[in-house]
């Protein structure tokens, strides 16, 4: 694993604007950049990203179907008790899912560390899937790159896909696609989606999350009062259930993407959850729910952070039992948990965290996000990667 | 049972033409489910030069239709979307169906079926009020479908009014398997492009007055017709966005991607 430098291409940001990227620089700050590239080694991407991957997803389905049995375990996630039929019958119906992206703390050897699961509203997904997918393709054929790099990049291939098997499982032609007004990143990330779906035949109407409304015959609607019936969301599970129409929920009988039970996996509860059940997991940092870590957090350094949270809002360090606050920010009043602190590798200046995607359980290809702090904020660029 | 691509001038038992209009005169896209395009062509594209030399295996997709993936200067879905269903509905089997005015009309035709009439009404003035236009008030309602025509109706959800329905819409009725009926409309009002005739639910258009009782009809004509839903409010997702973006700092407004 290494950070190489390389030119931009000349045109790349009439490229960008060519096919709709249009949050390559955000809040002043460039967020793409192909000024540096990561290159793998097959081996490391096989076994020490893709395979730990695929398990790791597997342990936390695991984890799903703990919670969904167990009432204080759904109470432990924070999850509230009128939606708890909502997320046990969509486990228990199979309700399937589209995507998700597991952070990992990885340096080229030794074993990826899980950080989280964004299993409910990744993002960085089109210039994942296919941003830097054409990234590389050009860089190839001019020349920059050997002929035989690759990529550990299938997204958009098993996206179209999952979203045939999806059709197909809930003999639909048509569905909604929601995100919230007012954010380039979410719109972007919504249409790419939306053009993945066409690409599989499905009709993507698309509805902003504001604008969905209830109807008398109790189904939510779009502005054009046509119904809702099945709806991919790039908006929180946790958010949805706590709102005004999440009462609706039950009655408005949607096939949600994500479906509800991710709401239990896009939980940090999730993180402690793991460590009891896989205690010493070689991809697994030890973790607690925060009441239960007075022992172990009396010596080295944790992370806690909310259960629900955004942004790496409300997070804190605990040094030998002592906590420094990091971030401040609205989250935590559902509780917190402990992570045992991972340093993230440096390449040059740059902290570097590894998304790996995955579509439905399948490893799909990973992500590079860079940044100048040694915890991964918001702000953090999206650097390419390749394989030689 | 009927020739599925010339069915356009075939008679009628009433001797009529019998061209049934469903591709002429339905105002809204009735239809549009028929389109069932699985976007398999893809996959049958040849790979792009860039591709040519056969790699054994990648990690990475392996072709990605770069034209569609253009946001600017890239036309054509929906003209090319309509067309494809306008032809495919053209080409649906058609069948046998009857329109009615009252029960009675119905037993004449079936005297050993009286039941059944009953049962045909019944489904399908339920089904008026599941799926029958609805107005805010009557003075719209009577403006689409002429004076008289509209009953105002109160459900938890609100108060409306909608046409009476006017006719119901029966095709094998004595099929052991499965009848259909539907509630069918005209407007007496001389505002109405469909003063008259025969109107569904969803606004499909039978050509001919409403002195024509028989007609050869698609079978999507036949399925049940979306319910109606009236919108009572919006904004109730949505509120924690504007909740927890109000607390300030450096970082980044807007997106709840992870």
Not at chain 1, 46 to 54: F, K, Q, S, V
Not at chain 2, 172 to 183: G, K, M, T, V
Not at chain 2, 191 to 197: A, E, I, K, T
Not at chain 2, 241 to 253: N, Y
Request: aromatic letters at 12%; a negative charge.
């Amino acid at each position: 694993m290494f950070r190489m430098p390389c030119q931009p291409r000349p045109n790349w940001q009439q490229l960008a604007s060519e096919f709709g990227f249009h949050f390559h620089t955000m809040y002043g700050q460039p967020y793409w950049d192909e000024s540096a590239y990561y290159q793998f080694s097959l081996a490391q991407i096989e076994n020490d990203i893709e395979a730990p991957t695929a398990e790791l997803h597997q342990m936390c389905l695991a984890v799903v179907e703990e919670v969904v049995n167990s009432e204080s375990l759904l109470r432990r996630f924070a999850i509230p008790e009128q939606h708890w039929d909502l997320a046990q019958s969509s486990w228990f119906n199979a309700d399937p899912s589209l995507y998700s992206r597991l952070d990992l703390v990885y340096n080229g050897s030794g074993p990826a560390k899980l950080l989280e699961n964004n299993a409910d509203t990744p993002t960085s997904l089109y210039e994942s899937g296919f941003w830097q997918w054409l990234w590389l393709e050009q860089n190839v054929d001019n020349g920059k790159l050997a002929r035989h790099s690759d990529q550990f990049n299938s997204l958009q291939e098993k996206l179209v896909h999952r979203f045939r098997e999806i059709a197909k499982h809930y003999n639909i032609q048509q569905l909604h696609m929601a995100c919230c007004k007012d954010t380039d990143e979410d719109r972007g990330t919504v249409q790419y989606l939306q053009d993945c779906a066409a690409e599989a035949g499905l009709l993507a109407d698309f509805v902003f999350i504001e604008d969905i409304g209830i109807a008398d015959t109790g189904v939510f609607t779009d502005l054009n009062d046509n119904p809702i019936t099945d709806c991919f969301k790039l908006y929180p599970w946790e958010f949805m259930l706590r709102e005004e129409f999440g009462d609706a929920l039950a009655s408005a009988e949607v096939n949600w993407l994500e479906p509800a039970w991710k709401s239990v996996l896009s939980n940090k509860a999730l993180l402690p959850m793991l460590w009891k059940m896989f205690e010493g997991h070689p991809n697994l940092l030890p973790s607690y729910f925060s009441d239960e870590a007075d022992k172990a957090v009396a010596s080295g350094k944790w992370i806690k952070k909310p259960l629900y949270s955004r942004e790496g809002a409300n997070v804190s360090i605990l040094q030998d039992g002592k906590e420094d606050e990091l971030s401040n920010g609205p989250y935590g009043e559902e509780g917190f948990i402990v992570q045992a602190f991972e340093p993230l590798p440096t390449f040059g200046d740059n902290y570097t965290l590894i998304g790996s995607w995955l579509v439905d359980d399948m490893p799909a290809g990973i992500s590079v996000r860079e940044d100048t702090s040694a915890i991964t904020q918001d702000l953090s660029r999206y650097v390419p990667h390749i394989i030689l | 049972m009927t020739d599925s691509t010339d069915n356009t001038n075939k008679q009628g038992p009433l001797g009529s033409s019998l061209s049934d209009s469903n591709c002429e005169s339905s105002y809204k896209t009735s239809c549009k489910n028929t389109s069932t395009s699985d976007g398999s062509w893809m996959s049958t594209q040849a790979l792009p030069e860039t591709n040519a030399e056969p790699e054994a295996k990648t990690k990475r997709s392996k072709y990605i239709n770069l034209s569609r993936m253009r946001k600017t200067f890239s036309v054509k879905p929906l003209a090319l979307g309509v067309a494809s269903v306008m032809l495919s509905a053209c080409g649906a089997e058609r069948e046998e169906a009857k329109i009615y005015t009252s029960i009675d009309d119905c037993k004449l035709d079936y005297p050993d079926a009286l039941e059944k009439c009953e049962a045909a009404y019944k489904t399908a003035a339920d089904e008026a009020l599941r799926t029958s236009p609805r107005f805010n008030s009557e003075y719209d309602c009577e403006y689409e479908f002429g004076p008289n025509q509209c009953r105002n109706v109160n459900t938890s959800g609100g108060s409306f009014f909608m046409p009476f329905m006017a006719g119901y819409m029966v095709s094998s009725l004595l099929s052991p398997n499965r009848y259909y009926s539907q509630p069918l409309y005209t407007s007496s009002s001389y505002n109405s492009p469909f003063r008259s005739r025969w109107i569904t639910a969803d606004g499909h258009v039978f050509d001919g007055d409403i002195r024509k009782r028989n007609y050869r009809v698609s079978k999507d004509q036949l399925k049940p017709k979306p319910t109606v839903n009236r919108t009572m409010k919006r904004g109730g997702f949505g509120s924690s966005v504007r909740a927890k973006s109000s607390w300030g700092s450096s970082s980044r407004k807007g997106g709840w991607g992870g």
